[in-house]
């Protein structure tokens, strides 16, 4: 007897099409039988562990046949110290990508709509659609944020807004003075969602305080992650920050020990190295500038970046892609977010870079 099983399904699952990571180097190697292979797709950290988590690590595996600590208590404390709030703000998740799911979980509902950028990070409009929820996308203004046009398209359907800053996969930015005036005339009863996921690559002067907005606004909260200037983008684990009253929410949703040891302990030591952090963002600002130099010398056009990665027109997209694995060199094509004529290229070490502009130079010679 068959099932139909789309029938069955919840209405917002149906029609979802899975997220599509950047392509594994070990799939490559599979595809085309090749190896030296550079992989500069998802925005991971070129350095590798910082020495203070491959420690604590170590440490931890002695001790996997117990469950993890649910509640995360060391590194809450620690989060706490540095963010400067209570330790009953925070939410622990499988990365920032669960926390947000969890959010939606607790929040958004059939019928409700959620607003986000045309070109903002695609788990927004598969959430929403998984939840059953409508989505608002609102187009670009200079590939960034129009907040204007975010606040005209509120309505009384409105749960939640989705704000990345800097954005994914554009890498552009809102000042905190933007912010701010924004945060002032949305309505107490819209949630608003600030993704900060690569907040430690803005220059320290051009930060918002988003942390300390939190007593002001008790409709915000932050989300942030240890799977990118920390390093620790294959244990998953990230949070937010809201109030606690919020957080008491989130965490009646959240799965228990959705955080395993290993990664607990390794954010926790991450916290402590900010050497290692500081090494991280000096290395992206120098290649992001020697990325703009090289982009500007050939004529293409890029979009300004204060994440790490950077987007830039490239056309034909898809045959160029192609051709740059097989040059052994893995980028991210981002038809999907409503850019099909653009690449985006994370930042990695210096020959890896390296490598990408001589393969870019020949694709870009054979296509011509």
Known sequence: MAIDLNALANPGVTGLHPYQPGKPIEELERELGINNIVKLASNENPLGLSAKAQQAIQQ???????????????????????????????????????????????????????????????????????????????????????????????????????????????????????????????????????????????????????????????????????????????????????????????????????????????????????DYVQRSVALNQSEMARFERYFAAKGINYIASLGNFITAELQPASQIYQALLEQGVIVRPIGGYGMPNHLRISVGLPEENDRFMTALEAVLSDTQ
């Not at 706490?80 to 925070?90: G, K, P, V, Y």
């Not at 509120?154 to 924004?182: M, V, W």
């Open 60 to 274: 931890a595996t002695s001790d996997l046949t117990r469950y993890p600590d649910a509640n995360g208590f060391y590194l809450k404390q620690a989060l706490a110290e540095i963010l400067r709030c209570d330790t009953a703000q925070l939410t622990l998740g499988n990365g920032s990508n669960e926390v947000l799911e969890i959010l939606f979980r607790t929040f958004v509902s059939p019928g409700d709509e959620v607003i986000f950028d045309a070109h903002a990070f695609i788990v927004y409009a598969l959430l929403t659609q998984s939840s059953g929820a409508t989505a608002r996308a609102i187009p670009s203004l200079d590939w960034g944020h129009d907040l204007d046009a975010m606040l005209a398209a509120i309505n009384d359907k409105t749960r939640l807004i989705c704000i990345a800053n800097p954005n994914n996969p554009t890498g552009t930015y809102l000042e905190p003075e933007q912010l701010s005036a924004f945060l002032q005339q949305v309505p107490e009863q819209v949630l608003v969602v600030l993704d900060e996921a690569y907040f430690e690559y803005v220059p320290a002067e051009r930060r918002a305080a988003s942390v300390e907005w939190l007593q002001r606004y008790p409709n915000l909260c932050i989300t942030r992650t240890f799977s990118k200037a920390y390093g620790l983008a294959g244990l998953r684990i990230g949070y937010l920050i809201s109030s606690a009253e919020m957080a008491g929410l989130l965490n009646r949703v959240r799965e228990p020990f959705n955080c395993n040891s290993l990664a607990l302990a390794a954010a926790t030591a991450s916290l402590v190295d900010q």
